[in-house]
């Protein structure tokens, strides 16, 4: 494994309370960044105090958004141990969004150290409360001192780690979330299958108005044919109709989760039936309507598998499953949580010590 320099932070901060921890509000003693220069390629890995990254205000990434990230978690097993889950996935996927957006790709095994060494230095921080981790968000973005749009001749790539609780206040609680008809996330040929901020951005006007209507998240439907549903809130998705279970396919304007493909891996092993292709709001509301639709989900990194209970699309309002979790949904989030956490065996070999 490649061994970057440490600068060591003078003192460790106070450890927040881990029974109250929330999403992505405190950070660890310290960071990883590395440079990027054309003619150089990336260099200089180090690990130094967390605190904040200087930058020019013409710096190309706050104006056109040049920037990608990931997001994984570190888990503390009963053992006392830390360890990843599937952490080159997202190696390879940052890799894939590095190459969309124009920024050189960092080598997925550079990226994999790196996160090893800075969570093997901040495992104080990983906290054992059950449901809490260590999220670990790496990120890139351009620095060039330019207002031109073009590729930017030098980047930072950056890796911080919060400890964090349950993504959603409603924890593993079904949430209420309707088909957003105005706005969409992405499009085909555009950044939908990268992990952009730019993604996020555009996300951001649906989800505040289905809050301020009391609604959790928003299901997406696609950019173009505005019919065929892609993803819920910032998370994949997954239906159970008539005991199989259909997933969007990935047609370039859905993010490949990490979460999703466990899920569809489990599922398969389990013997269930599964489907990755093209769904409609129409196909999905008549099944429910027709008393077909058993169980839904989301699938991510943050929340894990977040059960869906209500869906309200054109007027129409369906009950999933009764407004309860369902068995599969449940029985996905124990697996996946238990191979996480180390409480069960982790015949896939997902896991990763640090
Ligand atoms: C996830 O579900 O892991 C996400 O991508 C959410 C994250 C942007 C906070």
Known sequence: MQEFPITRAPASKPKPDPKTLVFGKTFTDHMFLMNYETGKG????????????????????LHYAQEVFEGLKAYRSPDGGVQLFRPMENALRLKSSCERLCIPAIDPQTVVDAITQLVRLEADWVPS??????????????????LGV?????????????????????G??????YVEDEDVRAVKGGTGFTKCGGNYAAS??????????????????????????????????MFQVD??????????????GITRKSCLELLKSWGVP?????????????????????EAWGTGTAAVISPIGEMGWEGRHVVVNGGEIGALTHK???????????TIPDPYGWTVKV
């Not at 059950?130 to 351009?142: E, H, K, N």
């Not at 809050?211 to 439907?221: C, M, P």
């Not at 996905?332 to 180390?342: A, F």
């Open 243 to 256: 005991g199989t279970v259909i997933t969007p396919t990935l047609t370039g304007s859905v993010l490949p």
């Open 274 to 294: 599964c489907e990755e292709r093209l769904i409609t709001a129409q196909e999905l509301f008549d099944a429910a309507e027709a008393g077909k639709l058993e």
């Open 332 to 342: 996905l989030y124990d697996t996946i949580t238990g191979i996480q956490w180390g």
């Open 172 to 177: 593993i609680n079904p949430v209420r979330i």
């Open 42 to 61: 990336w260099h200089d890995g180090r690990i130094v105090p967390y605190g904040p990254i200087p930058m020019e205000p013409c710096a190309m990434v």
């Open 150 to 170: 073009h590729a930017s001749h030098t980047y930072l790539f950056a890796i911080i780690c919060s400890p964090v609780g349950a993504y959603y206040a409603e």
């Open 129 to 146: 409360e059950p449901g809490t981790s260590l999220y670990i968000r790496p990120f890139v973005f351009a620095t060039d001192p330019s």
């Open 204 to 237: 951001i006007r649906a989800s505040e108005r289905a809050e301020e209507q009391g609604y959790a998240q928003v299901l997406w439907l696609d950019g173009v044919h505005r019919k065929y549903i892609e993803e819920v809130g910032s998370m994949n998705v």
